[in-house]
């Protein structure tokens, strides 16, 4: 996984709880070193392991704690692909343009890494069903991206994000609605 997304989990870690739990997550997790290079990749059994702890240390499970991360990325994400997004785009279009905008970009700079496939499908102008691919099993990360970027576009009281598979598969499908 990016060494870019282990870095931004560290600064979730350390602003929604303090730098001690941060310190107690590595430990458990049987990480010597908690600085990430964000041009890096690093083994996923390292994300799992984090997070699986972290659900243990804060009660939560692995899909609310990926959810939570996930929306906590998207500023962030839409920072470092600000020159990809058009001006004109809501959250909808977002999403249907993800896949080959931003995941297109990171698989040519990053041949080593492997964003999941999001095979969007626009069902109506108010519409839209992901199907989320991939082999690391974090579809809840995914949807809660998808909400984080309702909140980015303003649209989070008008946009449904329902997971209509289990969160914890290889292929997971997302349903995304904004409410008339």
Known sequence: ???TIFTLLKRYVQTQYDHSTWLRLLEASGLTSGDFDHKSVYPDE???ALVGNAAEMTGLSANELHENFGEYLVPDLMYMYQKLLQPEWT???MIEHTETTMHAQVRREHTENAPPVLNVTRISPH???I???SKRRMGALAVGIVRGLAKY???ADQIEVTPTTSEDGEEVR???RRKR
């Open 127 to 129: 519409e839209l069903v």
């Open 91 to 93: 959250t909808l279009d």
């Open 174 to 176: 997302i349903r995304v």
């Open 131 to 133: 199907d989320y691919v």
């Open 46 to 48: 390292q994300m799992y």
């Open 1 to 3: 996984m990016h060494g």
């Open 153 to 155: 576009y303003d649209e």
